[in-house]
């Protein structure tokens, strides 16, 4: 005979208190990570959106100029923005670009002030309602808004940016995949048997 499970009072008691102990958890993670969003600019309009947009552009070309990092074809960088230096987007989606523009200026500006010597690409996944976009972000509580980039450094710069993302805090970044290539490819020189050393010997002639 098969038994229909019926909670009784302690196990209604007991779930009712971890799925509260859940909701709790989950807003207090929520209102942790807000700390890292500033106020959406829910007011700014599409065509001062565009604006701001070739704005930041141009300053930052000129803060990686003044700062030491050569952008591959920086005439045409725009940031990852390059649909909106022609194009108004809609107003629906102006709050959260401008929050993701300011998120991205501040990020390439860190890449400057570590000291790296170039940044060879860089990329910005589309947000929902933009084309070629998912239909909506994946979680309720935490929004993804993901770049790609690759750059050259030497491993002092390139330690110091990877822990500024790890703690920085004004954004909440995440290094979701990363890729190192040494240019260095030869090993260091090998001690030889007979001298013990990797280095040609003279002799002295005298």
Same mark, same amino acid.
């Given at each position: 005979?098969?038994?229909?499970?019926?909670?009784?009072?302690?196990?209604?008691?007991?779930?009712?208190?971890?799925?509260?102990?859940?909701?709790?958890?989950? /807003?207090?993670? %929520?209102?942790?990570?807000?700390?890292? +969003?500033?106020?959406? =600019?829910? &007011?700014?309009?599409?065509? /001062?959106?565009?604006?701001?947009?070739?704005?930041?552009?141009?300053? %930052?070309?000129?803060?990686?100029?003044?700062?030491?990092?050569?952008?591959? &074809?920086?005439?045409?960088?725009?940031?990852?923005? =390059?649909?909106?230096?022609?194009?108004?987007?809609?107003?629906?989606?102006?709050?959260?670009?401008?929050?993701?523009?300011?998120?991205?200026?501040?990020?390439?500006?860190?890449?400057?002030?570590?000291?790296?010597?170039?940044?060879?690409?860089?990329?910005?996944?589309?947000?929902?309602? /933009?084309?070629?976009?998912?239909?909506? +972000?994946?979680?309720?509580?935490?929004?993804?808004?993901?770049?790609?980039?690759?750059?050259?450094?030497?491993?002092?710069?390139? +330690?110091?940016?990877?822990?500024? %993302?790890?703690? &920085?805090?004004?954004?909440?970044?995440?290094?979701?995949?990363?890729?190192?290539?040494?240019?260095?490819? =030869?090993?260091?020189?090998?001690?030889?048997?007979?001298? +013990?050393?990797?280095?040609?010997?003279?002799?002295?002639?005298?």
């Amino acid at each position: 005979e098969r038994r229909v499970p019926y909670p009784n009072k302690t196990n209604s008691e007991a779930l009712a208190g971890e799925v509260a102990g859940y909701e709790k958890s989950v /807003e207090e993670l %929520f209102q942790s990570l807000n700390t890292f +969003q500033r106020a959406l =600019d829910v &007011d700014l309009a599409s065509a /001062e959106f565009q604006l701001r947009v070739k704005e930041k552009v141009q300053a %930052f070309r000129k803060y990686s100029s003044d700062g030491g990092l050569e952008i591959t &074809d920086g005439n045409e960088f725009q940031m990852g923005f =390059d649909l909106y230096s022609t194009v108004i987007p809609p107003q629906d989606l102006v709050a959260v670009l401008d929050y993701e523009l300011e998120a991205i200026d501040y990020l390439l500006r860190g890449l400057v002030d570590v000291g790296v010597a170039s940044l060879n690409s860089f990329e910005r996944d589309p947000i929902p309602g /933009e084309a070629g976009a998912p239909p909506e +972000q994946e979680s309720s509580v935490v929004h993804k808004y993901p770049v790609r980039m690759r750059f050259t450094s030497s491993y002092e710069a390139f +330690q110091s940016i990877i822990n500024k %993302f790890a703690n &920085d805090p004004n954004f909440f970044y995440i290094v979701r995949v990363l890729k190192v290539k040494n240019e260095m490819t =030869d090993g260091p020189v090998k001690l030889t048997a007979a001298n +013990q050393s990797g280095l040609p010997s003279f002799q002295n002639p005298e």
